[in-house]
């Protein structure tokens, strides 16, 4: 299909049927077109390489955790086209003195290029989680900003 050749409102329905046959393929699940995206490639990455442990979608509605390994390791799936990544629920603000509970083991982020295109996957363990995340006061919960360090203290699972 040439996608050059067809009138604006033939492509916009085009888009309509492209995103009905991903949920008709479960690729996407809810209207968080890139967050779906990323959690189906990470996933799917994950499974088709020997040495990564092999995941599976949490339940839908699980709270703090997209996927889960066979040995019940925890992951939070996290994407983004820029270089922060959407927010954490869940923990202590930062003017908590307590301890922040552990969410999950893993955080996968999955970052795109300005087409959507598979750029990169980052694992970070729940430590370095802890180091890294800032708060995002206007959302009032915790995000991760894709930096050099946080990458020197990362597992880079895949890089384009």
Do not use: C
Not at 18 to 30: A, D, Q, V, Y
Not at 71 to 86: F, L
Not at 133 to 141: G, L, N, R, V
């Amino acid at each position: 299909m040439e996608l050059s050749k067809l009138d604006d409102f033939e492509l916009i329905k085009t888009y309509g049927l492209l995103i009905e046959e991903l949920k008709n393929r479960e690729i996407i699940r809810t209207k968080n077109i890139i967050g779906d995206l990323g959690e189906y490639l990470a996933i799917d990455f994950y499974n088709r390489n020997s040495n990564l442990p092999k995941l599976q979608f949490a339940p839908t509605g699980t709270k703090n955790i997209d996927a889960i390994s066979r040995k019940g390791e925890r992951y939070s799936i996290k994407s983004t086209s820029a270089k922060t990544t959407g927010v954490f629920y869940g923990l202590n603000n930062p003017n908590s003195l307590e301890k922040d509970e552990k969410k999950f083991e893993f955080v996968i982020i999955v970052e795109f290029d300005e087409n959507y295109n598979l750029s990169k996957i980052i694992e970070l363990e729940w430590n370095n989680f802890l180091i890294f995340k800032k708060w995002h006061k206007t959302m009032q919960a915790w995000n991760l900003t894709i930096t050099k360090e946080l990458l020197s203290n990362s597992k880079i699972i895949f890089e384009r």
